[in-house]
């Protein structure tokens, strides 16, 4: 096996040994393939080329101390995945499929999962794509499922340090009742612009604002928003928000802290109240926020003025990631452990 430096890994790509493959074609799926291909050959007129049929889910991997390999919420990316495809018209992925799937490449490339205590994960990444030929605007008739891992590194390279993010009221991720509660390529792409205006700027993310009225808080970019105010955790809810599987295990940890929870809408002004902030999800955990710079409205809003995360935040940080790794008890069936 190649010589991997774990602790220097980036959020990136590298080539692994297998993913798992299945068809859908004549109305069922078809048993799962395993293949060390890396290529997907497909017709030109696939859906997925054409009208965005394509949606994805991330989920990880973790090596505890004991030697054991432990995957985080799968049946949550598994459902949320099927609520993806009703979205745009695609065939669900049966839910206990997706699981053989998900433990089969972790079995398959289980020496890529990175030590304990490297900082480093294994990251799963599902596809699910239309692949069958269409002209006109239509679902496509056949289907495929693919999914592969790779090591990972943090995906915001200071990792859990408090980074600054930005408020750009001339760009929306998605539009109210279109498909920002979905996890759909198109979504990712509508932030592309915004988000290198942000990085060349200096900043980690663009924080967006609802697209009907931008007057509250919707996401962070690629991750869910989180404030912290008089031990109280707040997150925003709006019907353009990706429900987050880190962000929904934050509030339960947060109310076994002993805080209050509350998932309502922020409006932007609230920012000025807020002890602590961050940003949650698969790939970042929580990127704590150290201020947020409003560019429209030439106010700025300071959470860490020391350049560390705030008390509440490295709780739920480390207790989450406790979880993960197998150190603390999984009370809530959270953890599927290969054997």
């Given at each position: 096996m190649e010589n991997i430096n774990w602790s220097e890994l980036s959020f990136g790509y590298m080539k692994t040994d297998?993913?798992?493959?299945?068809?859908?074609?004549?109305?069922?799926?078809?048993?799962?393939?395993?293949?060390?291909?890396?290529?997907?050959?497909?017709?030109?007129?696939?859906?997925?080329?054409?009208?965005?049929?394509?949606?994805?889910?991330?989920?990880?991997?973790?090596?505890?101390?004991?030697?054991?390999?432990?995957?985080?919420?799968?049946?949550?990316?598994?459902?949320?995945m099927q609520s993806s495809a009703r979205g745009i018209m695609m065939a669900e992925f049966p839910t206990e499929l997706f699981e053989k799937a998900v433990v089969e490449v972790v079995k398959r490339n289980e020496r890529f999962v990175p030590p304990?205590?490297?900082?480093?994960?294994?990251?799963?990444?599902?596809?699910?794509?239309?692949?069958?030929?269409?002209?006109?605007?239509?679902?496509?008739?056949?289907?495929?499922?693919?999914?592969?891992?790779?090591?990972?590194?943090?995906?915001?390279?200071?990792?859990?340090?408090?980074?600054?993010?930005?408020?750009?009221?001339?760009?929306?991720r998605a539009a109210p009742h279109g498909t920002g509660t979905i996890k759909v390529g198109g979504n990712y792409a509508a932030s592309l612009v915004a988000g290198e205006i942000a990085h060349q700027k200096g900043y980690s993310a663009v924080l967006y604002l609802d697209a009907k009225e931008k007057k509250f808080i919707d996401e962070c970019g690629p991750a869910n928003f989180f404030g912290i105010r008089d031990n109280t955790y707040i997150t925003p809810e709006s019907s353009s928000i990706l429900p987050s599987i880190t962000n929904k295990s934050l509030m339960v940890l947060a109310e076994e802290l002993g805080m209050k929870v509350e998932r309502r809408p922020i409006p932007v002004e609230e920012l000025n109240t807020f002890e602590e902030a961050g940003a949650c999800g698969t790939a970042a955990v929580i990127s704590p926020v150290s201020r947020i710079d409003d560019l429209d409205e030439n106010k700025s809003y300071v959470f860490s003025k020391d350049g560390e995360p705030g008390p509440m935040s490295v709780k739920l940080y480390e207790k989450l990631r406790a979880i993960q790794y197998g150190d603390e008890e999984d009370k809530y069936g959270w953890i599927t452990v290969v054997g």
């Open positions: 297998y993913n798992v493959r299945s068809y859908y074609k004549d109305g069922k799926w078809s048993d799962l393939e395993v293949t060390d291909s890396t290529q997907i050959t497909m017709h030109m007129a696939a859906t997925c080329l054409h009208y965005g049929q394509e949606s994805f889910e991330g989920l990880k991997a973790f090596k505890g101390k004991d030697g054991k390999v432990r995957i985080f919420r799968m049946r949550e990316n598994a459902l949320r304990y205590e490297s900082g480093a994960s294994l990251y799963i990444r599902p596809l699910l794509i239309g692949t069958g030929a269409e002209v006109g605007v239509k679902p496509a008739k056949e289907y495929l499922f693919v999914i592969f891992v790779t090591p990972v590194g943090p995906y915001f390279k200071e990792g859990f340090k408090p980074t600054p993010y930005v408020i750009m009221r001339g760009f929306d």
